[in-house]
């Protein structure tokens, strides 16, 4: 288990155009706050921080086609994406934009540092200009056929086909994404690029230094990368909206050019902290966040990123470059990631989610169907982390009518009945623990022990099947006692074991918090009180379990987890695209 006290955590930045699918909120944001939530938990100091990412020209192109400006644009997305988060119980103590005034200046200023460092130089490149459109076109507003894999409809900084990254110069038969004309020219324009391969020996110490801690998934992309040789990679584009690059680099060479997504993108991860702290009044504190402290120091801070595959690469190898480069000899270091968790693709029956062929389960619709609960549990039991995992409604209809409503609900829900049929709504106050109780909390203890160390670990799968595992002990400890039938002659025998089921509703609810956050609010509610931050059993079972005092009332839960029925199954997959 960590023993740092402060955890700093972040997802990988949700781009600003449309509704995010469940293949997107499982790939990074929902196992960071189920991270955060348990961090919390366990009394850490923790700082869990997200944004829209905005800059580049999928913002553009779909402000073009919406017909707004593209700040409005921006704007009225991020509020889509933040209200979505909220209701999903994504518990972000800030999610920023990278548009922010902070991540300019931030920006600007780590650019300056490299500069000023000499890990930036300008360099002539060949780039796409189109003739009909008057204006050259970076990355995404040039599509053609992948040089690799034949892939129609590449982009030009990456093939969604075969994912390899490109450059629009990389395309056969390359047209504007704009007007779709295929008059265009390569001419000559000045960029600034990050001598990346300068870092390629610190980069392999560095990741070597993780290689038995990271994921291999992580481990082997970045390996990959270094490889097959370290490239200097160009930092601007040809764009108007962006973070500008400021006059005072290349002696104003680079006029009316803007920073690449993807330099200012994870930068926002920084500037994100820096907005969280300048609306709370936190003045500098946001750099303790992400400064490198002295070893040992109690303030000491262990970064944890989460995010699916496709940006490992970025993570692994063009930000830690900016940050080893930007470096200043008379201020501490800049913290660079402890733990990178990578996932692998959730796909829907074994293809892509797809808006456009509307395929697949999206945030808000998937909201429309169920409470936010009933994906979060299925996505975490079934989360892609050592291959990709598919997406089926027999399956989910499966795992939440199985665990959610026969295991955890209907244990609720019959503990608390009868405590309150027979029990008159107390809990009650006669009966000792016996060996059966004794034998119970010892295997908890091991149990608990197990789950907590399976989410310090970042094992999400493995953790959720250790909370249903613990869930289905309580359900055969409650049908050996069997209250209901020892009630008829031993009165005691029969309260000592609802005692010990209300207990356990308790432990639950606790246990649940961080990957279940309402349902578990809403089972603690039925026995005690609900806080803010659900605190961590730290206690051996056998005191946890005797915490409830006798003769305090309860609240009889409801339906928790209504199940989901064949038809609903049917329709669903009519109304999503089914199978193919």
């Known amino acids: 288990m960590s023993t740092a006290q402060r955890v700093l955590i972040t997802s990988a930045l949700p781009y600003i155009n449309g509704v995010k699918h469940l293949g997107n909120l499982i790939g990074s944001q929902l196992p960071a706050d189920v991270y955060g939530r348990f961090c919390r938990a366990l009394g850490r100091d923790t700082l869990l921080i997200c944004a829209t990412d905005e800059h580049g020209t999928p913002a553009e192109l779909a402000a073009l086609e919406a017909g707004q400006s593209v700040e409005a644009y921006c704007t009225e997305w991020h509020g889509v994406q933040k209200d979505l988060c909220d209701r999903f119980g994504l518990s972000w103590d800030h999610f920023g934009r990278s548009s922010s005034r902070q991540n300019k200046e931030l920006t600007q200023h780590f650019a300056r540092v490299l500069w000023h460092n000499g890990h930036l130089e300008v360099r002539t490149t060949r780039q796409v200009y189109s003739g009909t459109d008057g204006r050259f076109l970076p990355d995404r507003y040039v599509i053609g056929t992948c040089p690799h894999c034949g892939y129609d409809r590449a982009r030009g900084d990456q093939c969604e086909n075969c994912t390899r990254v490109l450059d629009p110069t990389d395309l056969i038969n390359p047209r504007s994404a704009l007007s779709g004309a295929a008059d265009i020219e390569i001419r000559d324009s000045a960029h600034l690029f990050l001598k990346q ?240 109780e004794v034998k119970l909390a010892s295997d908890l203890d091991v149990r608990v022990k197990q789950y907590t160390d399976y989410l310090e670990a970042l094992e999400f799968r493995k953790a959720v099947a250790e909370l249903r595992a613990i869930w289905v002990v309580g359900n055969e400890y409650l049908t050996r006692a069997a209250p209901w039938t020892e009630l008829k002659t031993d009165r005691a025998r029969a309260a000592a074991s609802v005692r010990m089921g209300l207990n356990l509703v308790r432990l639950f609810g606790h246990l649940a918090w961080p990957i279940i956050p309402s349902s578990a609010v809403k089972i603690l509610a039925t026995v005690s009180e609900t806080p803010a931050i659900v605190p961590w059993p730290h206690a051996k079972m056998g005191a946890f379990l005797s915490e409830l005092i006798p003769g305090a009332p309860i609240q009889p839960a409801d339906v928790l987890f209504a199940k989901i029925a064949d038809e609903q199954i049917a329709e669903w997959q009519t109304r999503f695209g089914g199978t193919e």
């Open 197 to 436: 391969s300068a870092f390629a020996g610190r980069l392999r110490e560095w990741i070597d230094s993780h290689k038995n801690e990271w994921p291999n998934l992580v481990t082997s992309i970045a390996y990959k990368w270094l490889d097959e040789g370290l490239q200097d990679r160009g930092i601007t584009r040809d764009l108007s909206w962006g973070v500008p690059v400021p006059d005072d680099i290349a002696d104003g060479k680079l006029k009316g050019k803007v920073f690449y997504v993807w330099f200012d993108a994870p930068i926002a991860y920084i500037a994100a902290t820096k907005e969280w702290a300048d609306a709370n009044g936190k003045g500098e504190a946001w750099r303790s966040w992400w400064t490198e402290g002295k070893a040992n120091d109690p303030l000491s801070v262990r970064y944890v990123e989460f995010m699916a595959k496709d940006n490992v690469p970025f993570h692994t190898v063009g930000f830690p470059c900016t940050l080893f480069g930007a470096n200043e000899t008379e201020q501490p270091a800049w913290k660079v990631v402890d733990h990178l968790k990578g996932f692998n693709w959730l796909t829907y029956y074994g293809g892509k989610f797809s808006t456009s062929q509307k395929r697949g389960v999206f945030m808000d619709t998937a909201l429309e169907l169920l409470p936010a609960d009933y994906w979060r549990y299925y996505l975490l039991a079934n989360a892609p982390e050592s291959a990709d995992s598919s997406f089926t409604w027999e399956h989910f209809a499966g795992t939440v009518n199985k665990d959610l409503a026969d295991v955890l609900g209907n244990f609720v829900n019959r503990v608390t009945k009868f405590c309150a049929a027979r029990f008159d709504g107390k809990v009650p106050d006669d009966g000792r623990y016996g060996d059966e």
